[in-house]
């Protein structure tokens, strides 16, 4: 599974902006966004499974982002509107290994739950 990430800039704080994680690779059942700010530990943002039926939100950015996926162009998009300064991070997207078997409630928060990761994009924020 290959993942990488793109749509990352600068934008002003209320403004809106779109990222996006192209998938490759074997079928996956969840498919995750988390950031990681200077000095923070990575943080859970989204997630959706692979039908879009189900998704979650991190709850510091619930009712301002919204996921979605294209199984069709293998895209899982992160409209993230009324952006805050402490938006600002580093975004990665991420899925585990199809052949992982996840338990545990709040299993798409933990980033061990994940095997592969993209390369990050920088989304910054300014007031």
């Known amino acids: 599974v290959q993942l990488q990430a793109s749509g990352g800039g600068l934008v002003q704080a209320g403004g809106s902006l779109t990222l996006s994680c192209a998938v490759s690779?074997?079928?996956?059942?969840?498919t995750g966004w988390f950031r990681q700010a200077p000095g923070k530990e990575r943080e859970f943002v989204a997630a959706?499974?692979?039908?879009?039926?189900?998704?979650y939100y991190g709850d510091s950015v619930r009712g301002r982002f919204t996921i979605a996926r294209d199984n069709a162009k293998n895209t899982v998009d992160l409209q993230m509107n009324s952006l805050r300064p402490d938006d600002t991070a580093v975004y990665f997207c991420?899925?585990?290994?199809?052949?992982?078997?996840?338990?545990?409630?709040?299993?798409?928060?933990?980033?061990?739950?994940?095997?592969?990761w993209g390369q990050g994009t920088l989304v910054t924020v300014s007031s």
């Open positions: 991420a899925a585990p290994r199809p052949t992982r078997i996840s338990t545990g409630s709040k299993y798409y928060k933990d980033t061990r739950e994940y095997d592969y």
């Open positions: 690779g074997p079928r996956t059942t969840i």
């Open positions: 959706i499974g692979w039908s879009g039926a189900t998704i």
